[in-house]
Nanobody, 128 residues
Framework: QLQLVESGGGLVQPGGSLRLSCAPS????????IGWFRQAPGKDREGVSY????????NYADSVKGRFTISRDNAKNTVYLQMNNLKPEDTAVYYC?????????????????????WGQGTQVTVSS
């Protein structure tokens, strides 16, 4: 069973930072494109940021551009989402997702149905 585990969520004041981590169980992330999504109460799940298996391509939602950075460390088999200058509207459960790709692929899926594997999510709350 392929599983993803998110960590790093928590409560932070507006303007603060958090770094989320996504680690797999049962497979190597180097052969997967990774996406971060979030879902706030009463809202649909939305895409936040994505990175190709080769790390050469990344993509961000307009709402987080300039504040969030996605990266991967294949040696540690982990993908990160660095979130700076957090705003109350960033409050949500954050999920990472994985989709199989060739190791050197630049493919960056951005839609939820393009991803086969999902984590259970980690809560991020931005509040004073």
């Amino acid at each position: 069973q392929l599983q993803l585990v998110e960590s790093g969520g928590g409560l932070v004041q507006p303007g603060g930072s958090l770094r989320l981590s996504c680690a797999p169980s049962g497979f190597t992330l180097g052969y997967y494109a990774i996406g971060w999504f979030r879902q706030a109460p009463g809202k649909d799940r939305e895409g936040v940021s994505y990175i190709s298996s080769s790390s050469s391509s990344t993509n961000y939602a307009d709402s987080v551009k300039g504040r969030f950075t996605i990266s991967r460390d294949n040696a540690k088999n982990t993908v990160y989402l660095q979130m700076n200058n957090l705003k109350p509207e960033d409050t949500a459960v954050y999920y990472c997702a994985a989709q199989r790709a060739d190791y050197w692929s630049t493919y960056v899926p951005t839609l939820t149905y393009e991803y086969s594997y999902w984590g259970q999510g980690t809560q991020v709350t931005v509040s004073s």
